[in-house]
C-alpha cells in the first residue's frame, strides 16, 4: 500500500503486512536500594539527549479482519451497488435453501407465460421463488424477461386489489418474483435483455395498488412479511422518488412494539433512502417535500433509545448526512445534522451514528466546523475514546481504549527489548543527525471498528487500512511520533496489537538509518529495505516462521537486482513484504559488509550514492547466489544471521563493563548472583545489556545505582535460558548495576554491554 498525505506537512504513512506478538519479557517496577555503588571514577563527558518529535505510514489490513454489522460512512462498501438480493424477512438455513432449490422445478418459470406463468408463481412457494435469485443463462432470460416481469406486474396489481393482509392469494410470491427478476437483470442485462416503460408502468401500478390496499397497513406479523418484500421492491423498481410517502408513512407510524417483519419493513426504507439519493427524482422529490427529511430526523428522535450501532435507526439515521454531500438538499441538511451531531454523545451507543454523520459534515461539507460546533471534536474524542494512558518509559507511551495492565505491561517490555535486537542488527551509530523523534505514541483501538468509527477524526487518515504509522518531519521541534493501531479482535483470548512490531521498527529504523522524512527516502527505491527490514525484525524478533515468505522463495519468482527496484507503484503487498523480507535477510546473512555501506548513505541522506551501491557496485553480482539462497529457503534452511561480538571489557575487575565490551564465561549457582556494574557518563539515552550461549538459566535484572537481586530491581528479563536482553532509556549517569541470578546453575554465558 502507498503512502499518501494527510493534514501535516511532509508527513509519513508506511505500508506494513504482519501481526503483533507479545513476548511476556517481564515488568518494569521501581523498588527498594540496595547496596551503596562503588565510587565513580572520573566524570567522562557525553552527548546532550535529544528532544520529540514523528514520521508517517497506512498498514494492510488483516485478512482475518472481521465484518462489523455496524454502519461505517467512510467506508466504500457501505454503499449499495445492486437490487437487494433474496427474501430480506424470515431466516432460511443452507439446508433448507439447499431444500427448497431442489424442490423447484425452474422450467415452471422458464417454461410458461402470461397467466400460465402467473399461476405457477403463485404455486411455487416463497421458499422456491427465493432461489431464482440465483438464475444465469438461457434460465435468467426465459424466466425474467421484460414481458415475463410484465404478466407478473400485472397479476400483483390485480391482486393487490383484494390483498387481506397476508400471503393467502399469493402477492409476497409475486412481489419476491419482480425482485429475483431485478436482481438478475441488473447483474446479467446482456443476456435477460433492457428493461423499459412498459414494465416501468406494470411496476408502478402493482406498487400502487399494494400500497393503496387497506390491509398493507395491518400491523401483524402476516402482513409485514410480504410488506417488507415490496419496500424492498421500491427501490428494485427504482421507483424510489414515487414512493417517498410509503417510507414517510412507515417512519412515522413506527413503533418500537413494531417486531419481526413489521420491524423489518421499516428497516428496508433504509436501502430506499440510501440508494434513492443516487436518482435525480429522489433529490427533485426530498427538494419538493422538505418534511422527508424532518420525517426521518423525527423517527430517530423518538426512537433513540434503540441506538447501539448495529439498529435499525442508526442505519436510517446515518442515510441524512447524503443530504450535505447533495448541492441541492445541503441546506435542508445543515441543521438536522447539525442537531444530532451535538444531542447524541459521541462514545458508547450513539457514537455510530454521530461519528457517521459527523463524517459526512466533515467531508461533504468541508470547512463548516464552526457551524456544526465541531472544530474542537478532535481534541474531545481523545479523553473520551482512549481512556487508558500509559508511560512505559521517557520514550514510550501508550493511549489506549482498552488494555488490562498485564497488556500494557506485556506490550511495554515487547518494544523496550525489541530495541537491543534492532541495534545488534543494523549497527547504528545513534540516531541520525537532525532526528528529534526521540518518544513515539502507541495508539490502540480496541478493535478495527473502533479504529475506523475514531480514527479518522481524532488523527486526520484514512481508515481504510490496519493501523497508520505517522512520522511528520523528525526535524522539527514537537513533532510527535505516533503508530495508530488497533487489537487484533479475531486472535481473542489471545492479546495483540496489529502489526505493532513491524511499525515499530519503522520508527526505529527512520530515526537510526534513514536521513530526513519519508519523502526524502522515497526520492530513489528504498522499498525492498524498509518494508523489508520491518518484515525481518517483527518475525525474527517475535520467533515466528514466517510461512509467506517460505512459500514464495521455493517459487523464485524475482531476482535480487529486481527486488532493489521496488516501490510502492510498481510492485503488489507479496513482492513488497514477503519478497523484500527474503533480500534483506539474504543480504544481511550474506553480505553484510554491503549493508553496512548502504546504511551509511541512508543515514546521511546520500540516496544516489546508496542507489549506486545496489545497480552499480552490486548489481547483479548475487543474483544467481540468491537463486541458490532461495531454494535452499524453500526447504526451510534460510541460514541465520552472522553474530558481530563486541570486543572484551579491559577493566581489572571482573564485574565491570564499558560502553561496547563483553565478558564471557559468566557462571553462578542456582539461587546466587553474578555482579556487574558500569559507569555511565551524563547524557546517554539507552543502555542495553544482552545475554547469550553457556549453560542453565540466568535471569537478568537491573538497578539503577544500587544492586540488582530478584527482591530489588528495576527492570528484569527472565526468558527461559540465557538468552536475555534489557534496555533501558535515559538511564541516570553515573555508576549502574546489573546481575544474572541463577535461576538454575549457569555457566560459559557471555554478557554485553552497549549504549548510545
Not at 494527510?6 to 506494513?16: D, S, V
Not at 404478466?151 to 393482509?165: F, Q
Not at 448526512?321 to 454523545?345: E, F, H, M, S
Not at 514510550?396 to 506485556?410: E, F, G, N
Request: proline share 5%; net charge negative.
Amino acid at each position: 500500500m502507498r503512502p499518501f498525505r494527510i493534514a501535516k506537512a511532509n508527513a509519513r504513512r508506511l505500508p506494513a503486512l504482519g501481526a503483533a506478538f507479545f513476548l511476556a519479557l517481564g515488568l518494569f517496577a521501581p523498588q527498594a536500594h540496595a547496596a551503596p555503588a562503588p565510587t565513580p571514577a572520573g566524570k567522562p563527558a557525553a552527548p546532550a539527549a535529544k528532544a520529540a518529535a514523528p514520521r508517517a505510514i497506512p498498514v494492510p489490513k488483516s485478512p482475518d479482519t472481521p465484518k462489523d454489522a455496524r454502519p461505517l460512512a467512510s467506508d466504500p462498501q457501505a454503499k449499495a451497488t445492486a437490487p437487494t438480493a433474496g427474501s430480506t424477512v424470515g431466516a432460511r438455513t443452507a439446508k433448507q435453501l439447499s431444500a427448497a432449490a431442489n424442490a423447484c422445478d425452474v422450467s415452471a418459470f422458464t417454461g410458461n407465460s402470461g397467466a400460465a406463468l402467473v399461476q405457477k408463481v403463485k404455486a411455487a412457494g416463497l421458499d422456491c421463488v427465493n432461489t431464482l435469485f440465483t438464475l444465469t443463462g438461457n434460465d435468467a432470460k426465459a424466466a425474467f424477461n421484460e414481458a415475463q416481469m410484465v404478466s407478473v406486474a400485472n397479476a400483483l396489481r390485480d391482486t393487490a386489489a383484494t390483498y387481506p393482509g397476508d400471503d393467502s392469494t399469493a402477492a409476497g410470491e409475486l412481489v419476491l418474483f419482480l425482485r429475483a427478476g431485478y436482481y438478475v437483470q441488473w447483474n446479467h442485462p446482456d443476456v435477460v435483455g433492457t428493461y423499459g416503460t412498459t414494465l416501468q408502468t406494470a411496476a408502478r401500478g402493482a406498487l400502487d395498488a399494494f400500497f393503496a390496499a387497506p390491509h398493507s397497513k395491518d400491523v401483524t406479523e402476516a402482513n409485514g412479511a410480504t410488506l417488507a418484500e415490496a419496500v424492498t421492491l421500491i427501490d428494485s423498481a427504482q421507483e424510489n422518488a414515487r414512493y417517498t410517502g410509503v417510507v414517510k408513512r412507515l417512519l412515522t407510524d413506527y413503533t418500537p412494539s413494531w417486531t419481526g417483519s413489521m420491524a423489518a419493513a421499516v428497516a428496508n426504507t433504509k436501502t430506499v433512502i440510501e440508494r434513492g439519493f443516487d436518482l435525480p427524482a429522489f433529490t427533485a422529490a426530498l427538494q419538493a417535500d422538505p418534511s422527508f427529511a424532518t420525517t426521518v430526523q423525527s423517527f430517530v428522535t423518538r426512537n433513540s433509545s434503540q441506538l447501539n450501532g448495529s439498529d435499525m435507526v442508526t442505519g436510517i439515521g446515518m442515510e441524512l448526512g447524503n443530504l450535505v454531500a447533495n448541492t441541492a438538499l445541503r441546506a435542508q441538511g445543515r441543521p438536522i445534522l447539525k442537531d444530532l451531531i451535538n444531542r447524541y454523545p459521541l462514545v458508547g451507543n450513539t457514537g455510530p451514528l454521530t461519528m457517521n454523520l459527523l463524517w459526512f459534515a466533515e467531508n461533504k461539507d468541508a470547512g463548516n466546523c464552526s457551524y456544526y460546533g465541531t472544530c474542537d471534536v478532535p481534541t474531545r474524542l481523545v479523553p473520551l475514546v482512549l481512556t487508558v494512558d500509559h508511560t512505559c518509559n521517557a520514550n514510550l507511551r501508550i493511549r489506549a481504549q482498552d488494555m488490562t495492565a498485564q497488556q500494557l505491561a506485556d506490550t511495554c517490555t515487547s518494544l523496550v527489548n525489541q530495541d537491543a535486537f534492532f541495534h545488534k542488527l543494523v549497527k547504528d551509530g545513534g540516531p541520525v543527525a537532525d532526528d528529534n523523534n526521540t518518544s513515539l505514541e502507541v495508539v490502540a483501538f480496541d478493535d478495527y471498528y473502533n479504529y475506523s468509527l475514531y480514527a479518522w477524526e481524532m488523527y486526520h487518515i484514512a481508515v481504510d487500512n490496519g493501523g497508520m504509522y505517522e512520522e511528520g518531519k523528525p526535524n522539527a521541534a514537537g513533532n510527535q511520533a505516533r503508530f495508530i493501531a488497533h487489537e487484533a479482535s479475531w486472535l481473542r483470548p489471545q492479546f495483540q496489537i496489529w502489526n505493532l512490531n513491524h511499525e515499530y521498527t519503522h520508527y526505529l529504523d527512520g530515526r537510526y538509518d534513514f536521513y530526513g522524512d519519508f519523502d526524502a527516502g522515497m526520492t530513489t527505491p528504498t522499498i525492498w529495505w524498509v518494508e523489508g527490514l520491518a518484515e525481518y525484525v517483527s518475525y525474527s524478533y517475535r520467533g515466528v516462521h514466517y510461512d509467506d515468505a517460505v512459500t514464495q522463495a521455493g517459487k523464485g519468482t524475482y531476482t535480487l537486482s529486481t527486488l532493489f527496484d521496488s516501490t510502492y507503484d510498481n510492485a503488489d503487498s507479496t513482492r513488497i513484504y514477503n519478497w523484500g523480507y527474503l533480500a534483506v535477510r539474504y543480504m544481511l546473512q550474506s553480505h553484510p559488509q554491503d549493508v553496512d555501506a548502504l546504511l551509511a548513505k541512508y543515514r546521511v541522506g546520500d540516496w544516489n550514492g546508496a542507489r549506486t551501491i545496489l545497480k552499480t557496485t552490486i548489481g547483479t553480482r548475487y543474483d544467481a547466489d540468491f537463486a541458490t539462497w532461495l531454494k535452499a529457503c524453500a526447504a526451510d534452511n534460510c541460514g541465520s544471521l552472522p553474530t558481530s561480538q563486541a570486543p572484551l571489557c579491559t577493566a581489572a575487575d571482573a564485574r565491570q563493563y564499558d560502553k561496547n565490551c563483553r565478558r564471557d564465561n559468566v557462571a553462578a549457582t542456582t539461587g546466587n548472583y553474578s555482579y556487574s556494574f558500569l559507569y555511565l557518563p551524563a547524557g546517554v539515552q539507552q543502555l542495553t545489556v544482552t545475554t547469550s550461549g553457556g549453560t542453565g538459566n540466568a535471569d537478568l535484572y537491573y538497578n539503577g545505582g544500587a544492586w540488582a537481586t530478584t527482591g530489588s530491581y528495576r527492570a528484569k528479563s527472565t526468558a527461559g535460558g540465557n538468552g536475555e536482553t534489557l534496555t533501558i532509556a535515559n538511564p541516570p549517569s553515573g555508576w549502574v548495576y546489573f546481575s544474572l541470578y541463577g535461576q538454575q546453575a549457569f555457566s560459559g554465558v557471555t554478557v554485553t554491554t552497549t549504549y548510545n
